[in-house]
C-alpha cells in the first residue's frame, strides 16, 4: 500500500483529539481508505471508503469491540464518517476524504484545513 495522507496541526484542536480511542480509530480508518476505485466480490469501494468490521478494526488496533464501536459512534455523530452495513461488513466513507490527500507537486494549492472552523465559500 503506497500514498499519503496529510494530518493538519490543527487536529489538535479537534474535539475527539484527546479521546484517544476514537483518535486511534479515525487515524485507522484514514490510513486505510481506498485511495482509489476498487471492486470486492461485486462490493464497489470508491475513494475514501473502507469495507471493514468492528471485529476487524478492535483487531487492527488493539481496541476492544466496545471501544471500537463507541469510537465509530463518536465519528459518525460529528459527521467525520459514514457507516453503513453491507451483506459483506460495514463500508465506511469519511466524509472529507479530499482533505486528508496530498496531491503531489500541488502542495500550494491544498485544500482547507478541515479542522478550520472558519466559515469557507468552498463546497
Avoid: C
Avoid at 5 to 28: G, P, Q, S
Avoid at 38 to 59: D, H, W
Avoid at 60 to 83: C, F, Q
Wanted: without cysteine; glycine residues 6%; aromatic residues 12%.
Amino acid at each position: 500500500m503506497g500514498g499519503y495522507i496529510k494530518l493538519f496541526r490543527k487536529m489538535m484542536d479537534w474535539e475527539w483529539y484527546k479521546d484517544v480511542n476514537t483518535k486511534a480509530v479515525f487515524l485507522h480508518i484514514l490510513l486505510n481508505a481506498n485511495y482509489e476505485f476498487q471492486r470486492y466480490r461485486g462490493q464497489e469501494i470508491f475513494k475514501g471508503q473502507m469495507l471493514t468490521s468492528v471485529a476487524k478494526i478492535s483487531e487492527e488496533t488493539g481496541l476492544s469491540t466496545r471501544e471500537v464501536r463507541t469510537a465509530l459512534d463518536h465519528l459518525k455523530a460529528t459527521n467525520e464518517i459514514e457507516a453503513k452495513a453491507t451483506n459483506r461488513g460495514t463500508l465506511i466513507t469519511v466524509e472529507k476524504w479530499g482533505f486528508y490527500q496530498v496531491d503531489e507537486g500541488n502542495f500550494d494549492k491544498l485544500l482547507p484545513d478541515p479542522f478550520d472552523k472558519q466559515p469557507t465559500n468552498h463546497h
